[in-house]
């Protein structure tokens, strides 16, 4: 992707971990949904996995992140040991992988109670997390999702997608204990067009873009509302 989905107005950046360094701080993960992507980890040779997890625990370290004196876990910085708890046992999760012109990268809303902590993977395996409210959710997911200049209150477009120039697909799960919601949106500054999820030779069809914002607004809603019922 050409640049971090900027969230910034209404989540908080709270740093980044490589893929390797995820893998040495790694838990189990009880958490909804499939894990997120380890896109240079999962690529690795496993005879090299060894000496790259030196590294990054040499990194961590030197990033005062972790402690090598400290017992297993306690060595962890606090702060850190939360965000790896969010993550490993969110109760729900809207995962978006995306793609454009100038690449891919991955994009997950980790949902407990009215917390949620943001992680975008890019595809040389950095992840960036921030913390927002379950709130800002819909709108976190909406700006996630769709083209930043994608006509929103435009009618449905009468073009194709093949034809837009400027485009983002974005194929969205979300996923909590209860139900499994697929779907998959091409936008751009020519309209917004309906996907099949998963299926990226499938015809698209065009929507009005605000159709596409509610739908993703009621989807994420629905999951938030969930997660308050539950207590997260």
């Given amino acids: 992707m050409a640049a971090v989905t900027d969230t910034t107005a209404v989540s908080v950046p709270l740093g980044t971990l490589t893929d390797a360094e995820l893998a040495v701080l790694a838990r189990p993960v009880t958490r909804a949904g499939p894990p997120p992507v380890m896109p240079v980890w999962s690529r690795l040779d496993t005879d090299k996995r060894a000496a790259?997890?030196?590294d990054a625990r040499a990194s961590l370290v030197a990033r005062r992140l972790l402690d090598p004196?400290?017992?297993a876990r306690h060595g962890v910085r606090r702060d850190l040991r939360s965000v790896l708890a969010l993550r490993g046992a969110a109760a729900a999760v809207v995962a978006v992988a995306r793609v454009d012109q100038r690449g891919r990268d991955h994009w997950y809303a980790h949902v407990v109670g009215d917390v949620v902590l943001l992680e975008q993977v890019s595809v040389d395996g950095v992840h960036r997390f921030a913390l927002a409210t379950a709130a800002a959710?819909?709108?976190l997911?909406?700006?996630a999702v769709l083209h930043p200049d994608a006509p929103i209150a435009a009618a449905e477009s009468t073009a194709s997608a093949e034809g837009e120039t400027d485009w983002l697909r974005a194929d969205v799960m979300v996923r909590s204990a209860r139900a499994t919601r697929r779907l998959?949106?091409?936008?751009g500054p020519g309209g917004t067009w309906c996907g099949t999820p998963g299926d990226v030779s499938a015809p698209c069809r065009p929507v009005a873009p605000v159709t596409a914002v509610e739908l993703l607004r009621d989807a994420v809603a629905d999951l938030v509302r969930e997660q308050a019922d539950h207590g997260g």
């Fill in 52 to 54: 790259t997890a030196r």
């Fill in 137 to 139: 959710l819909p709108d």
């Fill in 141 to 143: 997911v909406v700006a």
């Fill in 69 to 71: 004196e400290a017992p």
């Fill in 184 to 187: 998959a949106w091409v936008s």
